[in-house]
T-cell receptor, first 116, second 113 residues
């Protein structure tokens, strides 16, 4: 079984300040983890993914995330927020074994608001 | 051109009507998925198909059915739509071994009155 918990449903930052979106997961197997972004009235776009290589993963638009097995976390960060980062972000775990192999489980989403 | 397309993009229908949402992909992937998105709940898996002859229920399949007409096409049907099926529906594909990214279509916004 697997699950994902995004610890904040809303995060608000000022433009130019750091962004931290928190995600914890549980998985029966070594997981693959993803962050997707959804801008208003748009589909989902992949930001970055962890698939058992380097634990610090760099994605598009300056985002990065660190896989911490001991903390079962995969938090998303960006050093300096931009107005265009305002969107909803989803942390996702992919089943790596068992009968659910390949299936994704989504977190509830975190809405990021960026103030001028 | 988009790799994963969904039609229609928006649909308003009435309770009891039969609705079909269609998904096509040009990525050559064997695996296809249907999700629905509701505010505060993220995306939940309705059905998935690992190849043309393999179709499986997801976590919320009740009230839905699917058809995998070809490798590139995967349709979702609501036999008798009800208001709590009002949601945003996404189709996705992934590569054959399942280790790579899922690629999502633009979504279909369905409203059941």
């Amino acid at each position: 079984a697997q699950s994902v918990t995004q610890l904040d449903s809303h995060v608000s930052v000022s433009e130019g300040t750091p962004v931290l979106l928190r995600c914890n997961y549980s998985s029966s197997y070594s997981p693959s983890l993803f962050w997707y972004v959804q801008h208003p009235n748009k589909g989902l776009q992949l930001l970055l993914k962890y698939t058992s290589a380097a634990t610090l993963v760099k994605g598009i638009n300056g985002f990065e995330a660190e896989f911490k097995k001991s903390e079962t976390s995969f938090h998303l960060t960006k050093p300096s927020a931009h107005m265009s980062d305002a969107a909803e972000y989803f942390c996702v775990v992919r089943a790596a074994g068992g009968t659910s192999y390949g299936k994704l489980t989504f977190g509830q989403g975190t809405i990021l608001t960026v103030h001028p | 051109d988009a790799d994963v397309t969904q039609t229609p993009r928006n649909r308003i229908t009435k309770t009891g009507k039969r609705i079909m949402l269609e998904c096509s992909q040009t990525k050559g992937h064997d695996r296809m998925y249907w999700y629905r998105q509701d505010p505060g709940l993220g995306l939940r898996l309705i059905y998935y198909s690992f190849d043309v002859k393999d179709i499986n229920k997801g976590e919320i399949s009740d009230g839905y059915s699917v058809s995998r007409q070809a490798q590139a096409k995967f349709s979702l049907s609501l036999e008798s739509a009800i208001p709590n099926q009002t949601a945003l529906y996404f189709c996705a594909t992934s590569d054959p071994d399942g280790r790579d990214t899922q690629y999502f279509g633009p979504g279909t916004r369905l409203t059941v009155l």
